[in-house]
């Protein structure tokens, strides 16, 4: 009898050991657990904070690709502008120029043609005087304008091409971080036509 009781007893200090040994790995499990849960939360937040700063990425980038893209075409703007403007300008010049000739020219043909029609009845009775010395004086007068207008003359660097485009150097390209891009705006204002 106290045999049996003493094997029952071992069996059960087994069985409790054993027990023990189980509730020992559920404590480590356990233990596992909130390491685990804790780097998960940690890297959510991590995931959650890159998210923002890959948004913030995005949303610099835009900016700066709208800004490259203002740049160039207020740069082509430019250019175009630079060049244009004073040839419009000293084409004007010349058509109002040529307007002035033609009248000055009309006006020399009458008189000239007045003057012939005076002189060649000179042989009739007729006091024409006063008349030719009249026509001869708008005569002398209508030359006189004519050579007094200034001359716009329209040569080859009025019509001379613009910059090329492909000189645009865009603001943070590596041309113009390494120190060799070029303006192209430069010298485009003083590439127009010459003083009349």
């Excluded at 050991?17 to 849960?37: P, S």
Aim: hydrophobic share 40%.
């Amino acid at each position: 009898m106290v045999t049996d009781l003493t094997q029952d007893k071992l069996a059960l200090e087994s069985k409790v050991a054993a027990l023990n040994k189980e509730i020992v790995k559920t404590l480590g499990l356990q233990d596992v657990a909130d390491q685990l849960r804790a780097q998960v939360g940690d890297l959510e937040a991590k995931a959650r904070r890159d998210a923002e700063a890959s948004a913030g990425e995005m949303e610099r980038l835009r900016r700066s690709r709208r800004e490259s893209v203002e740049a160039a075409v207020t740069q082509v703007f430019d250019s175009v502008n630079d060049w244009y403007a004073p040839r419009l300008y000293r084409l004007s010049e010349f058509v109002a120029q040529r307007d002035i000739v033609e009248a000055a020219v009309g006006r020399r043909q009458v008189d000239e043609a007045l003057l012939d029609f005076v002189k060649k009845i000179r042989g009739v009775d007729l006091n024409l005087d006063a008349m030719e010395e009249k026509l001869a004086a708008k005569l002398a007068k209508s030359i006189a304008d004519g050579d007094a207008i200034d001359e716009v003359v329209i040569d080859d660097d009025d019509f001379a091409p613009p910059n090329s485009l492909k000189r645009l150097v865009l603001p943070g390209s590596p041309s113009r971080r390494n120190g060799d891009g070029a303006d192209p705006g430069a010298g485009s204002s003083t590439s127009g036509a010459k003083p009349a």
